[in-house]
């Protein structure tokens, strides 16, 4: 098993690069399906969910080459469809993106059911409600989902009931290959959308509207193969940012596209920190003490619900109140447990936290319930003194590059280690 041990109270200082986006890549590869010819994918993240996304379209008959740490080529001319690692595809909440693509292309699809973290339910009524518009048949049993359009995929005009990133990324997959229009309303309008769209529109697709909640989408006979660098990713920009904050240091983080953090950036001058913008860079600095804030997480623009369980840290480290209001998740609070370990003064009323400030945390043993919980661990531990072990390492590296070597360059005393089963790590506080 492995274990990230922090021996916390100590500033981050220097400078960070970020990577290329978690969600924007999964949308891009999957969206690879739809592509006749070779797509070379710039910018990738080094983590799991990348792994298991490339495991799975290999297994499917993909052609995948790294060509360097980041860029790899992918060639999907003898995709299988028969051949859906069901294993593999239920890993991950992205793996949906299949049936989008696999419906574009092939004008039929199959998969497992998505998994992904746990915080609550979580629905595909509005990816089948969509399909269903573009004139597909689908069926959800056993596990599996199976989506069938036998007389042709066309244009729809589809209303979703809710914004979903995962669904509008989806109708994006389908509707570029379909006969005709499709019109989305109430279309997510989060910067990993606008990355898919750009990514099918440089392989030849028709879609504008891609960035506000009216997309259009002119469905075109076949994708040509293209270059394409994924965006950096915003969710780990603003950890790192909050990390900065939490330790009381200064950081400059680099490969960012400030106006994506400016509900992040908001909100982190609100308790007072200090924060200077670059074309892509942000210095975040730590001031002497942090005020209590209301947050509210919502879609985009609105503060990221991926950012909750980051922020939720701070709140432990200001004075005062502060409320913290889950709008996007039914259940994104689990985490808060593990917190009060550390001496967190946290009160969950549904999908309300009320957080009382204590100043400082403590060192403890804490568990990494799901990615962004599981971060927001380390950043708990780097900024208690004495020593943090956090378990469930698996959670984080599914979302995060290299997070124990960035954070070490910046003057972090942090470490992975690995345990064997059974075995406990001794703290030495
Ligand atoms: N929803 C429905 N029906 C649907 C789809 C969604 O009711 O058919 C609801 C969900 O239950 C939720 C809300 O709509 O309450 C938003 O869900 P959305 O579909 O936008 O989420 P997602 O596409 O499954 C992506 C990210 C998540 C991120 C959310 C919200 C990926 C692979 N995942 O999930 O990222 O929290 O958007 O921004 O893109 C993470 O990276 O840690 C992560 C969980």
């Known amino acids: 098993m492995e274990k990230i041990v922090i021996n916390g109270g100590k500033p ?75 294993e593999l595809t239920r890993k991950m909440r992205a793996s949906y993106y299949l049936i989008g693509a696999e419906l574009g292309r092939f004008h039929q699809a199959s998969s497992g059911l998505p998994g992904g973290c746990d915080f609550g339910v979580r629905p595909i009524d509005q990816h089948i409600k969509g399909f269903e518009a573009m004139g597909a048949k689908v069926l959800v049993d056993g596990g599996r989902i199976e989506a069938d359009a036998k007389s042709g995929l066309f244009g729809g005009q589809i209303y979703f009931d809710n914004t979903s990133v995962g669904a509008t990324i989806n109708m994006l997959l389908a509707a570029s290959r379909a006969k005709g229009m499709t019109v989305i309303e109430n279309a997510a309008k989060e910067p990993h959308v606008v990355d898919v769209a750009n990514f099918l529109n440089a392989c030849g697709a028709r879609i504008s509207g891609a960035g506000t909640d009216v997309i259009k989408i002119r469905g075109v006979e076949r994708l040509h193969g293209c270059t394409y660098a994924i965006i950096p990713d915003m969710i780990e920009a603003a950890t790192f ?18 106006k994506h953090l400016e509900s992040v950036s908001a909100k982190l001058e609100e308790m007072g920190v200090s924060i200077e913008e670059e074309d892509e860079e942000i210095i975040v600095s730590a001031q002497e003490r942090l005020n209590r804030v209301h947050i509210r997480t919502m879609p985009y623009p609105g503060f990221p619900t991926d950012v909750q369980p980051q922020i939720c840290v701070l709140l432990c480290l200001a004075r005062g109140t502060s409320i913290l209001y889950e709008g996007v998740w039914d259940n994104r609070f689990r985490y808060v447990d593990e917190l009060r370990r550390m001496g967190a003064d946290i009160k969950v009323e549904g999908k309300t936290a009320i957080v009382e400030g204590v100043g400082n945390l403590s060192a403890a043993t804490v568990h990494a319930i799901d990615l962004r919980a599981g971060v927001a661990m380390v950043i708990a531990g780097l900024s208690a003194k004495g020593t943090t072990v956090v378990e469930g390492v698996q959670y984080i590296q599914r979302g995060y590059d290299n997070i124990v070597g960035k954070l070490k360059a910046v003057g972090a005393d942090i470490k992975k280690i690995t345990v064997p089963d059974g075995q406990k790590y001794e703290i030495a506080n």
Request: charged share 20%; with cysteine; proline share 3%.
């Open 12 to 86: 981050l200082m220097g400078s960070v690069e970020i990577s290329g986006m978690k969600n924007a890549a999964l949308g891009v590869l999957f969206a690879t399906v739809l592509v006749e010819g070779t797509c070379v994918i710039e910018n990738l993240p080094d983590i799991s969910d990348v792994s298991v996304t490339l495991e799975i379209l290999r297994e499917m008959g993909a052609e995948i080459r790294r060509l360097d740490a980041t860029t790899y080529s992918i060639n999907t001319k003898r995709f299988d469809l028969g051949a859906s690692p069901m």
């Open 241 to 258: 940012m909050i990390a900065a904050v939490a330790t009381g240091g200064t950081l400059r983080i680099r490969n960012v596209i400030p």
